[in-house]
């Protein structure tokens, strides 16, 4: 089925390749994903941190960072295509086309591919990426949520480019992205139903409003405490309003064991006690199943994936995937090591991190380990009234 849709996807690119008009991308000048947060401090390596809550979050926000969010949300979205029914996806195929030469989708794509040399990832040209990309954004989400719904909250949102392209697909919605960091591009002319807020999750909320769906990527790292805040959202949905989790535990695996002994895996442990060290349960996606349940969402689903570290499988879809996780892997060593590791943390000396650092990354490297770390979607719903009384909660695992 996956070779199928994607000679869909070539014919179609060919059709739209006939049109000179719209093959012309050089004309796009690339999505502006870097977005400087005024109120940051630059370290001594020239990275750039949030400066909101010092210290609170492990990644900087840079032009660098930046880039590797908006691939790793190339990414997710992929993944989420891929879990889906192959039937349900080829229906996708023809929604995608209509995306097709959208302005924001193909330079925000040409923009990542010029700067990562990603030419050659998903297919060899550039304009099947496009295409790919057009599905991908279609892919934002697994649960059941119907129509636009009106109040969207997306939490530690990044570059926000989850919560501009939901906001594009659903456009009656409202969408508000928070985060720690103000770096979010000014989309108000072309998606003028999408916001953003500089806010901290584990502090008070103040929202106006009820939600109908929140959503939170990629912030396993980021709380004290995850059932706090999944108790929050639960107070600020509304009745029968959805939760839904993209993320992934931090236990590197393989399928074949390959991972086991290597500098990676030694480098995934000191990175997960330096996390507890801090109060940070890197293993939390894990959990989020029972902290769901725990603070009263129903139909609770939780979807099991393997986010692919690397390039190293040796088929498509999938070695692609893994070319744009991989920029990921590469920063998140690189940049995580000496606030988990060092000072603060495990409190390792400088010279005994720098080794370990460059094994690991090698090892990212290396096509032979057979590196990923667990993915978890999980989403739930917020019952209605006379739910609560009633019935007890139905949940449910699926693994991929
Ligand atoms: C790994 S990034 C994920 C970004 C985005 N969700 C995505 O998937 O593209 C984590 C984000 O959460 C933000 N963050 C960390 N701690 C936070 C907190 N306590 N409250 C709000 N945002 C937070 C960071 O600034 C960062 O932008």
Redesign the pocket.
């Known amino acids: 089925m996956e070779s199928q849709t994607n000679t869909q996807i070539t014919e179609s690119t060919r059709a739209t390749l006939s049109d000179p008009a719209r093959t012309n991308f050089d004309n796009y000048s690339g999505h502006q994903s870097t977005v400087d947060d005024p109120d940051s401090r630059e370290d001594a390596e020239g990275r750039i941190w949030?400066n909101y809550?010092p210290d609170?979050?492990f990644?900087p926000?840079d032009s660098t960072?930046q880039d590797r969010?908006?691939l790793?949300?190339r990414a997710?979205c992929l993944q989420l295509y891929l879990l889906q029914d192959p039937v349900e996806r080829s229906h996708k195929v023809e929604d995608a086309l209509l995306l097709y030469d959208d302005p924001y989708c193909l330079s925000s794509m040409l923009g990542f591919a010029k700067r990562w040399k990603l030419h050659g990832a998903f297919h060899s040209t550039i304009h099947e990426v496009a295409c790919l990309e057009a599905i991908a954004k279609l892919s934002l989400r697994s649960a059941p949520i119907k129509g636009d719904p009106p109040r969207v909250l997306?939490?530690?949102?990044?570059?926000?480019?989850?919560a501009i392209e939901f906001a594009r697909c659903h456009p009656e919605s409202q969408v508000i992205g928070?985060?720690?960091?103000l770096?979010q591009p000014d989309v108000s002319a072309t998606v003028p139903n999408v916001s953003f807020v500089r806010?901290?999750?584990?502090?008070e909320w103040m929202c106006g409003a009820p939600f109908d769906l929140v959503?939170?990527?990629?912030?396993f790292?980021?709380?004290v405490s995850h059932r706090d805040?999944i108790k929050r959202v639960f107070d600020n949905l509304n009745p029968g309003g959805w939760i839904e989790y993209?993320d992934n535990s931090f236990s590197i695996d393989s399928d074949d064991n390959s991972h086991r002994g290597t500098g990676l895996h030694q480098w995934g442990h000191l990175a997960q006690a330096g996390a507890a060290a801090k109060g940070r349960d890197f293993e939390a996606a894990r959990k989020f199943k029972d902290y769901f349940v725990e603070a009263g969402f129903v139909d609770v689903v939780e979807i099991r994936c393997k986010v692919i570290g690397s390039a190293w499988p040796s088929t498509e879809p999938e070695q692609s995937l893994g070319r744009y996780t991989s920029v990921s892997s590469f920063e998140v060593v690189k940049n995580v090591s000496r606030k988990l590791l060092g000072e603060g943390g495990l409190g390792l000396p400088e010279d005994v991190i720098q080794p370990i650092v460059a094994q690991a990354l090698k090892d990212v490297a290396d096509p032979n380990i057979h590196f990923y770390w667990p993915g978890y979607i999980v989403y739930g719903r917020k019952p209605f009234a006379h739910e609560i009384a009633s019935a007890p909660s139905s949940s449910g695992t699926a693994q991929h």
């Open positions: 949030q809550r609170k979050y990644l926000n960072e969010l908006n790793i949300h997710f997306d939490i530690g949102t990044g570059t926000g480019i989850w928070a985060d720690l960091s770096i806010a901290d999750a584990e502090e959503h939170a990527r990629l912030m790292s980021c709380y805040v993209q």
